[in-house]
């Protein structure tokens, strides 16, 4: 029961756009939301949050909207850059659940020049 | 670097033998999580430490045993292995258990049982 989806595998944005990657889950008990942006041969990095009282959340180039009557989140990035090509994992943290996070498969993002 | 230390980064080992997977949390943080990623799927939870109790568990097969010392680090065991468990594993750490910071990942120990 995959309950955290990402359905594009991949993405392929040019330097300089906005980059919108996309998250649906299902467990209407998951509370926080985060993304996380993982490179070849390193673990995944920490990138935004955002509350499920809250509907947005931005942190310098990266903007998180979460729309919880769709069950859908998506993560903007303006501008794109080359350094963003990376893979982005969706994760979901449900209350009294100390913290456990359940990942999407994750969609990978090649900005070109 | 993270802060967070897995060790080994490799490991290649025959099936029906029993491995450890170490992991040192970054200073200060007293959770510590276990994440396995195999190809093409994304993170699945195996489970949670904190301050040397266990906190949560997930699918963690009854082959797979975790623990976490007095020093804060945290050892996998995996035993009786096989060809399916070839993956990704993954350590991470955070301060507590509050989420909206998110975890600090490990880079990882990449399994290959042949």
């Known amino acids: 029961d995959q309950q955290v989806k990402q359905n594009s595998p991949s993405l392929s944005v040019q330097e300089g756009r906005i980059s919108i990657l996309n998250c649906d889950y299902t467990n209407s008990m998951f509370d926080y939301f985060l993304w996380y942006k993982k490179y070849p041969a390193e673990g995944p990095t920490f990138l935004i949050s955002?509350?499920?009282?809250?509907d947005k959340n931005e942190d310098g180039r990266f903007t998180v909207f979460l729309n919880k009557s769709a069950k859908h989140l998506s993560l903007h990035i303006v501008p794109s850059q080359p350094g963003d090509s990376a893979v982005y994992f969706c994760?979901?943290?449900?209350?009294?659940?100390?913290?456990?996070?359940?990942f999407g498969t994750g969609t990978r993002l090649q900005v070109t020049l | 670097d993270s802060g967070v230390t897995q060790t080994p980064k490799h490991l290649i080992t025959a099936t029906g033998q029993r491995v450890t997977l170490r992991c040192s949390p970054r200073s200060g943080d007293l959770s510590v999580y276990w994440y396995q990623q195999s190809l093409d799927q994304g993170l699945q939870f195996l489970i949670q430490?904190?301050?040397?109790?266990?906190?949560a568990k997930g699918n963690i097969l009854e082959r797979f045993s975790a623990q976490q010392f007095p020093d804060l680090h945290s050892e996998l065991n995996l035993s009786s292995l096989e060809l399916g468990d070839s993956a990704l594993y993954f350590c991470?750490?955070?301060?507590?258990?509050?989420?909206?910071?998110?975890?600090?990942f490990g880079s990882g120990t990449r399994l290959t049982v042949v």
């Open positions: 955002i509350s499920s009282i809250k």
């Open positions: 991470a750490s955070s301060p507590g258990t509050d989420p909206r910071y998110g975890y600090t």
């Open positions: 994760a979901a943290s449900a209350a009294g659940t100390a913290s456990k996070l359940t």
């Open positions: 430490y904190y301050n040397g109790e266990e906190r």
